[in-house]
């Protein structure tokens, strides 16, 4: 990716900026700390992608080492681990592990609460020039005991993927609302050329409907759950809830999705891939990589905010962190390492897209994903639901269950959004 120089608040505080040090180290010659005595710092950055997908990411790390002689990094990867965050502890707890650590958005409270993690903000108020961290998306992720425990890196949302040629052709626009999307996917569909619009909406426990189902209710005002004083109740009345599953339902019942799309699990799909790549489809939500995927057919798939997707709070914000052991010996240096990987110099490396704000409004996207970057200072995360009591995959399963009863014509909405309702409710009394 290319990006504009990046002028912000962070670059002025990214890795060749100088750091308050404790008496027992030194400065190197970019003013980052260095060991005592003046020796070289050995720090162990672990991050969990595919080693195929990480060629940015070392060519990110071999410039720090170019750059800093001082202060030298050895990229450690943890590829397909699914306990990742529980080896981290085990070892933090011990005294060992790495100095920099990868983190799901979800996993930083947890490693947070037993201070396994170092309070990142702690750091930011000992840089000189101090380092803002307020300037980043998902810092409710990263939050605890009014404390930021590890800096957002890395973000990801769902934007609208559409073949440009098929919307050309239909002579629609793409849609900027739910209702407008209904009706111009049922006009496209009727067209015969192309399904209007299409999405995992199979009724399984991890089927990809979760995604647009919340974004469609987050945008009308509600959501499964909500905390109401120090409770947590069901976030939606039964009458909201069958109001969604009637839209949903509408999609099957107008044309603008065909059905067969109701066995579909999973956004990546090559029914929906592929089918948007080819124009056999005109629309579907999707994530970066899986567009990328598309575009890899066909450059003619383009991207806009998905509908309602530049209200606040309508779309979801997914990603990863940075946090720094509570066990290293060099958190100055730790630190400044972790500013330079959010810097905007970092990201003309790094294939993702910044949790830094300012980083994120002065990147030059690549082509046809510019929906991403026009959607994500608009989007939240699942905190909403992540800091209550019912755990995330099993409000996915309830309500992918109770939607897809009502695509199959097993209940009425009105039943099946009383009965999850009252699921939720369960749920939430544990």
């Known amino acids: 990716m290319r990006r504009r120089q990046f002028l912000g608040s962070l670059a002025a505080a990214t890795a060749l900026a100088a750091t308050g040090c404790s008496s027992s180290t030194g400065t190197s010659s970019s003013g980052a700390s ?23 990411l070392t060519k990110v790390v071999d410039s720090w080492n170019a750059a800093n002689p001082k202060i ?24 060992s592990g790495p100095d920099v650590v990868q983190l799901g ?17 702690d750091l930011a108020k000992k840089s000189q020039p101090e380092t803002p961290v307020d300037k980043f998306l998902a810092l409710d992720m990263n939050e605890f005991d009014n404390k930021t425990w590890a800096l957002p890196w890395t973000v990801d949302t769902f934007a609208m993927a559409f073949n440009d040629d098929v919307m050309k052709a239909s002579g629609r626009q793409v849609p900027t ?65 069958a109001s969604a599953m009637d839209y949903f339902n509408s999609l099957f019942t107008s044309g603008a999705t065909p059905k067969s799309f109701q066995t579909v699990e999973q956004f990546t799909d090559p029914q929906i891939v592929t089918g948007v790549a080819t124009g056999t489809a005109a629309m579907a939500l999707m994530p970066p990589q899986t567009l990328r995927q598309a575009r890899g057919t066909s450059q003619k798939v383009m991207t806009a905010p998905v509908p309602d997707g530049l209200k606040d709070g309508s779309s979801h914000l997914g990603g990863r962190s940075l946090g720094i052991n509570a066990a290293t010996k060099n958190p100055e240096a730790a630190w400044e390492f972790v500013k330079y990987l ?43 639901y992540i800091n209550g009591p019912v755990p995330v995959p099993t409000l996915q399963k309830l309500s992918c269950a109770a939607f897809g009863a009502v695509y199959s014509g ?21």
Not at 34 to 56: M, S, Y
Not at 420 to 429: G, I, P, R
């Open 105 to 121: 958005f979800v996993n930083v409270k947890d490693l947070a609460k037993p201070k396994i993690l170092l309070p990142v903000s």
């Open 177 to 241: 609302t739910w209702e407008d999307l209904r009706d111009s996917a049922a006009a496209i569909s009727k067209g015969g050329k192309a399904a209007g619009f299409v999405f995992a909406a199979a009724s399984s426990a991890g089927a990809g409907q979760w995604f647009a189902l919340n974004y469609y209710m987050w945008s009308k005002g509600f959501a499964l759950v909500k905390q109401d004083g120090k409770a947590w109740v069901p976030g939606a009345s039964t009458d909201q809830l």
């Open 342 to 384: 959010n810097s905007a110099k970092a990201f003309e490396s790094i294939p993702q897209y910044p949790a830094a704000t300012t980083v994120l409004k002065a990147m030059e996207v690549p082509a046809g994903e510019e929906g991403y970057q026009k959607q994500l200072p608009h989007s939240r995360s699942f905190a909403r």
């Open 410 to 430: 097993q209940k009425t909405s009105a039943q099946s959004a009383k009965e999850l309702v009252d699921a939720l409710a369960v749920a939430l009394k544990g």
């Open 72 to 95: 030298q990094v050895k990229l450690e990867t943890l590829a397909g681990a699914s306990d990742y965050a529980q080896q981290f502890s085990r070892e933090a707890n011990s005294g």
């Open 34 to 56: 260095t060991g005592a005595g003046g020796q070289t710092v050995k720090l162990v950055f672990r991050q969990f992608d595919p080693p195929t997908e990480i060629a940015g």
